[in-house]
């Protein structure tokens, strides 16, 4: 925090109202001049959460544990609720002296809660009331002069005068037997709403399921409520911050660190000084000669205009708090001092959404924008008005014409980004993705839009030639579950195969070679399809081995009857198995090694490699025995089979997978029907799917 020093001359018109102490007159209110007191780093209210510890990811500031205002003893009347709260004033204790009390007999104590700049909280016991107090001192080591003293004070007696359910209440002010000022506060146990949105950015689990974003709307409004009742009493906080806001563990809201507080109106402006930064100053308030946080603090109170400062230069800070809270993150991001105060003074777009953050509201965007605004006329110009439209949010109450307007810029921006996607390249699925996030904004924003409804069917339907990247992967890796299923059906396939091998060797064999070559590589076929069916994916290549190896077969299997009985029907076969599951240019392979299987064996046989499988005598086509013998019953009894095989196999294989076409087509239209649903009647025929022609009477 930056600190300016201001001389007394300069601030003999403020005047300040401060609460009773020990002797003095509650009923004196008269109006004395003060001078301004440099408030520092150490004199804020203390309070310890019960667990804050830091982080190397964001360094979170000490909290003590909490201390403020409270209604004294000696006023138990009720007040008048329509009279506005009277101004804070110090005649009736600046004069009088701050008196030595029965510290040792009263105050028990027994540990440390926290330490900060100038002060230490300490946890006490009150022997009198018999409770437990938070009692603040100022540190050891720190300089005991006039203008520290009197700055403890005067953070305890501003503080103690505010008397409100989100103010920590101070229940005695007095000096310890060494010399010390000292003042008691209550208590208070919870978590900064730094230490909140902090772990809420760390997707921290109990602290999601506990802080909700409603309950932290429902808080930040009691904290608005509070520094409300401050303005009425003519306090200015001048260093509200999440880090200076506590959650009790019972639903409690406390707005902490009154140590910076001004009380009264300043009306002469003060000359700016030089800015004085410490080391650490990112999560400590700044001495020098700004007053307040760099990040929170108002563009005026970043320029150092003292006389300008009014209640809506806290209301910047509180429009800061909302945004964080929004968004998870400040709204400014820079980490040096100096950079978040220039970028205070020139501006940022105040809208959580602008960040991201698709899921907040318009009217809550509206808020955080209006709060902060660069010139304070422009802003909310009280508390309340702030807190009142947090209210009529969470009362239900949207503004249906801002949520059309937006909703209409929504689907503007994507038919400007479908308009760029029309002309390809490589940004073309970018900017299609770009239009469905804008259209999905417009719906959530009007249901009803017809121009976003008809839209979102143009996209969902008019599929793009070119495959995107990311679905180029899937569409691969969905290929490769499919060859492995297509191998487990291949391995059943062979296995039908082998089982004519017996019958081939009950005709008796003639060519041992051969046959044993026919009768090694369908059993290899069958094997690999097996090993490949196991396998979480198929590739492209294991693919291609199975094809060949099942060509290479079916080739070998023309020495049992020639390359023109059986082998064809085998070939065809094979080739509708591996091309149902390939794309155009691996179907040019399958259907090349299908026709191989046929003509190499015939080519051999022409060549002389091998012997004839055919003679023609007379007119007569007689078919010579070459792998195996041809007994009359056993090779009629082969040829039947494999001939009704033929037919089986490829009607059991092609009803699979019309099934499997049938089931994929009605997923398809149900899905354009429930799609219908969503869109006007006039965009039904846009989301209507057309049969493909080869499907239609299928």
């Known amino acids: 925090m930056v600190e300016r020093r201001i001389d007394a001359e300069d601030t003999q018109d403020e005047t300040l109202v401060l609460g009773n102490t020990a002797g003095s007159n509650p009923d004196d209110d008269d109006d004395v001049e003060t001078r301004h007191i440099r408030v520092p780093l150490g004199s804020r209210t203390a309070v310890m959460p019960q667990k804050e510890e830091p982080t190397q990811k964001m360094r979170r500031r000490p909290n003590p544990a909490a201390a403020a205002p409270t209604q004294p003893m000696r006023n138990r009347g009720f007040e008048n609720p329509a009279s506005a709260p009277s101004p804070i004033s110090l005649a009736d204790t600046q004069s009088r002296p701050v008196e030595v009390s029965a510290y040792d007999q009263r105050y028990e104590p027994r540990s440390v809660l926290g330490v900060g700049g100038m002060g230490e909280v300490r946890l006490c016991k009150d022997r009198m009331i018999g409770r437990e107090v938070a009692l603040k001192?100022?540190?050891?080591?720190?300089?005991?002069?006039?203008?520290?003293?009197?700055?403890?004070?005067?953070?305890?007696?501003?503080?103690?005068?505010?008397?409100?359910?989100?103010?920590?209440?101070?229940?005695?002010?007095?000096?310890?037997?060494?010399?010390?000022?000292?003042?008691?506060?209550?208590?208070?146990?919870?978590?900064?709403?730094?230490?909140?949105?902090?772990?809420?950015?760390?997707?921290?689990?109990?602290?999601?399921?506990?802080?909700?974003?409603?309950?932290?709307?429902?808080?930040?409004?009691?904290?608005?409520?509070?520094?409300?009742?401050?303005?009425?009493?003519?306090?200015?906080?001048?260093?509200?911050?999440?880090?200076?806001?506590?959650?009790?563990?019972?639903?409690?809201?406390?707005?902490?660190?009154?140590?910076?507080?001004?009380?009264?109106?300043?009306?002469?402006?003060?000359?700016?000084?030089?800015?004085?930064?410490a080391p650490d100053a990112m999560d400590h308030t700044m001495h020098g000669s700004l007053l307040g946080t760099p990040g929170y603090m108002s563009p005026e109170q970043a320029r150092g205009e003292i006389d300008r400062l009014d209640a809506r230069s806290d209301i910047y800070a509180l429009g800061a708090i909302l945004f964080?809270?929004?968004?998870?993150?400040?709204?400014?991001?820079?980490?040096?001092?100096?950079?978040?105060?220039?970028?205070?003074?020139?501006?940022?777009?105040?809208?959580?959404?602008?960040?991201?953050?698709?899921?907040?509201?318009?009217?809550?965007?509206?808020?955080?924008?209006?709060?902060?605004?660069?010139?304070?006329?422009?802003?909310?110009?009280?508390?309340?008005?702030?807190?009142?439209?947090?209210?009529?949010?969470?009362?239900?109450?949207?503004?249906?014409?801002?949520?059309?307007?937006?909703?209409?810029?929504?689907?503007?921006?994507?038919?400007?980004?479908?308009?760029?996607?029309?002309?390809?390249?490589?940004?073309?699925?970018?900017?299609?993705?770009?239009?469905?996030?804008?259209?999905?904004?417009?719906?959530?924003?009007?249901?009803?839009?017809?121009?976003?409804?008809?839209?979102?069917?143009?996209?969902?339907?008019?599929?793009?030639?070119?495959?995107?990247?990311?679905?180029q992967a899937e569409l691969q890796a969905a290929a490769a579950t499919a060859r492995r299923d297509a191998a487990r059906v291949g391995a059943n396939r062979f296995l039908m195969w082998s089982a004519f091998l017996p019958l081939a060797l009950w005709m008796g064999v003639r060519h041992i070679p051969s046959t044993a070559a026919t009768i090694a590589a369908v059993v290899l076929c069958g094997v690999t399809s097996w090993w490949l069916s196991r396998r979480a994916s198929v590739g492209l290549r294991q693919g291609f081995a199975l094809l060949l190896l099942s060509s290479i077969a079916i080739g070998l299997m023309g020495a049992l009857f020639g390359p023109f009985i059986l082998v064809p029907g085998l070939a065809a076969t094979n080739?509708?198995?591996?091309?149902?599951n390939a794309d155009k240019p691996q179907r040019r392979v399958v259907v090349v090694l299908g026709v191989l299987s046929i003509a190499l064996p015939f080519f051999?046989?022409?060549?002389?490699?091998?012997?004839?499988?055919?003679?023609?005598?007379?007119?007569?086509?007689?078919?010579?025995?070459?792998?195996?013998?041809?007994?009359?019953?056993?090779?009629?009894?082969?040829?039947?089979?494999?001939?009704?095989?033929?037919?089986l196999i490829p009607g059991v294989l092609v009803g699979r997978m019309r099934d499997a076409l049938t089931a994929a087509e009605r997923r398809v239209f149900m899905q354009a029907w429930h799609l219908r649903q969503l869109v006007p009647s006039e965009a039904h025929e846009a989301l209507s799917v057309r049969r493909p022609q080869g499907l239609k009477n299928a």
């Open 137 to 277: 001192v100022m540190r050891a080591g720190t300089t005991a002069g006039t203008e520290a003293r009197d700055r403890f004070v005067r953070e305890a007696r501003i503080q103690g005068q505010l008397e409100h359910p989100a103010i920590v209440p101070v229940y005695d002010l007095g000096v310890d037997p060494k010399g010390g000022v000292f003042f008691t506060m209550k208590r208070i146990r919870g978590m900064t709403l730094h230490s909140v949105l902090y772990a809420l950015a760390d997707r921290d689990a109990a602290t999601r399921s506990k802080y909700s974003r409603r309950k932290l709307l429902t808080a930040f409004g009691s904290v608005c409520l509070a520094v409300d009742f401050a303005h009425q009493r003519g306090v200015l906080h001048r260093d509200l911050k999440p880090a200076n806001i506590i959650l009790g563990d019972y639903g409690e809201v406390y707005l902490i660190d009154w140590g910076l507080a001004k009380a009264g109106v300043v009306t002469r402006a003060v000359q700016p000084e030089a800015v004085e930064l």
């Open 324 to 471: 964080e809270i929004l968004a998870g993150e400040p709204l400014h991001l820079e980490t040096a001092p100096e950079a978040l105060i220039l970028a205070t003074l020139r501006g940022r777009d105040a809208r959580p959404s602008a960040r991201g953050c698709i899921d907040v509201p318009p009217e809550l965007d509206a808020v955080c924008a209006r709060a902060t605004e660069l010139d304070p006329a422009r802003r909310y110009q009280t508390a309340r008005a702030l807190s009142d439209a947090i209210e009529r949010f969470l009362d239900g109450d949207r503004n249906v014409q801002l949520r059309r307007d937006l909703a209409k810029s929504h689907v503007s921006s994507a038919h400007e980004a479908l308009d760029r996607a029309a002309g390809g390249g490589e940004e073309a699925h970018e900017l299609r993705a770009l239009a469905m996030r804008e259209v999905g904004l417009a719906l959530a924003l009007d249901p009803s839009n017809a121009a976003a409804l008809k839209t979102m069917a143009h996209l969902l339907m008019d599929v793009p030639a070119e495959v995107p990247r990311e679905a």
């Open 575 to 580: 080739t509708m198995f591996f091309a149902m």
């Open 604 to 647: 051999l046989e022409i060549g002389g490699v091998v012997p004839p499988s055919y003679q023609y005598q007379d007119g007569l086509l007689q078919v010579l025995p070459r792998a195996a013998n041809f007994p009359a019953m056993q090779t009629t009894l082969c040829l039947f089979l494999l001939s009704t095989a033929m037919v």
